[in-house]
């Protein structure tokens, strides 16, 4: 989800991976409401697993 920036609607978006690093990976989506195309950027921690 993602909320406008001129009237605080939440709006559903699938965002795209633009860039992943080794503990986060970064998305973002383009959306249009209130008559403006807007971007949400989403940062996601990846999962850590302890092999030792």
């Known amino acids: 989800m993602a909320r406008c920036r ?3 609607t939440w709006v559903e ?4 991976s633009v860039r992943t690093e080794i503990f ?3 998305l973002q989506a ?3 409401c209130c008559e403006t195309q807007q971007q949400a950027v989403f ?3 990846k999962d850590y697993i ?3």
């Open 6 to 8: 001129e009237c605080g």
């Open 13 to 16: 978006v699938c965002p795209r």
């Open 24 to 26: 986060f990976e970064h």
């Open 30 to 32: 383009e959306f249009r």
């Open 43 to 45: 940062t996601l921690e």
């Open 50 to 52: 302890d092999f030792h």
